[in-house]
């Protein structure tokens, strides 16, 4: 019986892809968002390598997942603190 190993990597990298997506949108916390964000974004990536795309693979994880999540930690630190401190993102009068 021989294994097909692209087919397991890809099952694989799909379920990492879709768990990471859906930590993305029900995470309160924007900067663990971010980080599930930027994993989610990686493992597109390594399907592209997957599926044998190197220029994509490399665009993907350089633009995307490199520059993307860094610019939204920024924007976050670079807020006001309450904003940060409270779960529920209200802004103070």
């Known amino acids: 019986m ?3 190993w692209e087919f397991i990597a890809f099952i694989i990298l799909s379920a990492f892809e879709v768990i990471g997506s859906v930590l993305v949108v029900i995470n309160k916390r924007l900067v663990r ?3 599930w ?3 989610t974004l990686v493992t597109i990536g390594a399907i ?5 795309s190197e220029f994509v693979f490399l665009i993907q994880i350089l633009v995307y ?3 993307v999540p860094v610019l939204l930690v920024f924007g976050i630190m670079l807020t006001r603190r309450t904003i940060m401190d409270e779960p529920g ?3 103070p009068p």
């Open 2 to 4: 021989d294994v097909d």
């Open 33 to 35: 968002a971010a980080f």
């Open 37 to 39: 964000l930027a994993m």
């Open 48 to 52: 592209y390598l997957l599926f044998l």
């Open 65 to 67: 997942a490199g520059a």
């Open 89 to 91: 993102g209200t802004v």
